[in-house]
């Protein structure tokens, strides 16, 4: 095993063992740091696959924005911890037994593919030509994804000024 | 030289199953919203072992779509449980049982 593979192997666990806590926790701020940890994780793991720019914004995009965007709410909200779902037996068994065979054939898939077993090479993918690549082939696509930012961003506004609205005239109604 | 192809998608595999487990078992809101980030990640990561194991750009160039659609859903998605929360004052998803104001 290369110095390579004892990094993805090291990442890995690294990886499963803060998401599976982030899951786990009962008070959500923990759960929140301990998922910046995996996403960190996630952005080494881009890098080491050779994906540099993707491993920078995963940084900035999933471990800076979206994160913070969940402590903003969770401080702006008064979220009381809360437990896991118990369902009974006769409710998880079903899902259970389903997800078992689904495991099954998966590892079945994945080992039994002769292609997969090759120990990929490294490679590196410099910014400078991903960005070429994205928008002399993907320039529709791009200027799609920004159509549906502006979209999300004017009904997370929509979402935020109706209530204002409502609010206001429900206080007029009462007084 | 790093791993093979398999071990990367079992890795990726049992990421999103964490994350399957986050969106169904937890009663909170917000962590199911998490779990669905934990699985656009771990799709990711496929994505990209994918484009690293064919030597094709494309799979990197979708990685970058998921983070934007990630950013997309997560947006309207807490701007959706705060306008709930606004409304019951709780954020089990449990007590969204009625259809109407």
């Known amino acids: 095993m290369t110095v390579y593979g004892a990094v993805f192997y090291i990442l890995a666990g690294v990886i499963l063992i803060a998401t599976g806590l982030a899951i ?7 759960s929140i740091v301990y998922l910046v940890i995996s996403f960190f994780g996630s952005a080494m793991l881009y890098y080491l696959f050779g994906a540099p720019l993707l491993a920078a914004l995963e940084i900035i995009i999933y471990a800076g924005a979206i994160m913070v965007l969940f402590l903003f709410i969770i401080m702006m ?27 099954a054939v998966a590892i079945l898939v994945v080992t039994t593919d002769p292609g997969s077993q090759t120990i990929l090479e490294t490679a590196l993918a410099r910014p400078r030509v991903f960005g070429r690549f994205l928008f002399q082939r993907y320039w529709l696509s791009v200027e799609i994804v920004s159509f549906l930012l502006l979209i999300a961003l004017v009904g997370a506004l929509y979402l935020g000024k109706a209530f204002v609205k409502e609010g206001g005239d429900q206080k007029e109604d009462q007084s | 030289m790093i791993v093979p192809y398999s071990h990367i998608l079992m890795f990726a595999g049992i990421l999103f199953a964490m994350g399957i487990f986050c969106a169904v078992a937890r009663r909170n809101l917000i962590m199911m919203l998490i779990g ?21 750009l494309e799979g990197q160039v979708f990685v970058l779509f998921i983070f934007a659609i990630a950013a997309a859903e997560v947006s309207v998605g807490l701007a959706l449980i705060v306008y709930a929360y606004r409304r019951t004052g709780s954020l089990d998803p449990e007590t969204y049982n009625i259809l109407r104001w």
């Open chain 1, 24 to 30: 786990t926790r009962r008070n959500l701020v923990h």
């Open chain 2, 36 to 56: 669905v980030e934990i699985m656009l990640n771990a799709a990711g990561l496929a994505f990209v072992a994918a484009a690293l194991r064919w030597q094709q």
């Open chain 1, 77 to 103: 909200l008064r979220v009381e911890p809360s437990a896991l779902r118990k369902p009974t037996l006769r409710q998880w068994l079903p899902a259970g037994v389903l997800g078992l065979i689904y495991v």
